[in-house]
């Protein structure tokens, strides 16, 4: 990790789960880490929670990602207070559940603006920094396992119907821009990381609790996330999907 010692990382959705286990590992191995969220009392408890020496290192700026002037807005700050974006993790996500041929169009609306677009509005701000400053940066997108395996849809739970085209797209997002980089002779990675469930607050507790111990923690993510940050720059870790064991779907 030595090449990314305080350069900076921005991580959506910083204030719970995954993107909060990625910023304490990244701080922690010595990056500049912005965390966007909507919730800014809960990135200043992360914040908080951080020993003393590794608190400066975390900043916070708050963002809905779904709204694109809003995200506009957090990359300016990011770029006049930290000088540019080296890393950027893609993670803001919400499930909205349905029937996604019932569920009205403003849900599934909302789950593609923050799940997609967001991820879109901050690829392209994120890449246009490390282009313009000659970064050999790292464009990281936490997908699911419903985003590369698909996902069949039980009539007992249907959490999962509308988001898992969000996911779809998100697959094709990163092997777009992977190509893209390519054929602009950029040095830029890419990966995508499609965990299984993970215990976080966006899996309803009924659904913890059916799954019992066959559930991955959000640190287990974030470990894969440092693995992808850690390989040197000729190597490019395109996908890591990990399910706890014992996991079905
Ligand atoms: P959490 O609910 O704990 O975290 C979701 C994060 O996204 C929160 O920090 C939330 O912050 C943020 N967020 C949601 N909407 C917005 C928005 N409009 N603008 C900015 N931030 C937003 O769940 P996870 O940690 O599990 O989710 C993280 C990612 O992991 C998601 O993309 C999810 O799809 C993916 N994932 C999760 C799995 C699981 O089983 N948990 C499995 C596979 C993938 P705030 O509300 O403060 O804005």
Redesign the pocket.
């Known amino acids: 990790m030595d090449r990314w010692q305080n350069r900076v990382a921005v991580i ?9 286990a990625c910023a304490r590992l990244l701080v922690a191995a010595g990056l500049q880490v912005v965390g ?4 800014t009392d ?1 990135l200043e408890q992360l914040r908080q929670s951080l020993p003393e020496e590794q608190r400066k290192r975390f900043h916070q700026h708050k ?4 709204q694109e002037l809003q995200v506009d807005t957090a990359f300016e700050w990011i770029e006049k207070e930290l000088g540019g974006i080296d890393v950027l993790i893609n ?5 909205l559940g349905g029937q996604l041929i019932d569920m009205p169009a403003k849900d599934i609306n909302n789950i593609l603006q ?2 997609l677009m ?1 991820s879109i509005y901050c690829t392209k701000l994120a890449a246009g920094s490390m282009r313009r400053r000659q970064v050999a940066g790292h464009l990281i997108f ?5 985003g590369v395996a698909g996902y069949k849809p039980d009539p007992a739970d249907e959490s999962l119907n509308a ?1 898992t085209p969000s ?1 779809f797209a998100l697959t094709a997002v990163q092997e777009i821009c992977r190509q893209e980089l390519i054929n602009q002779g950029s040095k830029i990675k890419t990966t995508s990381i ?10 309803p507790d009924e659904t913890k609790a059916k799954l019992g111990e066959v559930i ?1 923690q ?1 640190d287990d ?1 974030a470990q894969a996330v440092l693995y992808a940050l850690s390989t040197p720059p000729h190597t490019q870790v395109e996908q890591i999907t990990l399910r706890a064991v014992g996991e079905y779907f």
Do not use: F, H, Q
């Open positions: 959506s959705g910083a204030s719970s789960g995954i993107g909060a966007l969220a909507r919730r809960r963002c809905d990602v779904s993670n803001a996500g919400i499930v923050t799940n967001g936490v997908n699911s396992t419903a988001y996911k499609n965990p299984g469930w993970v215990a976080t607050e966006i899996v991955l959000a993510v």
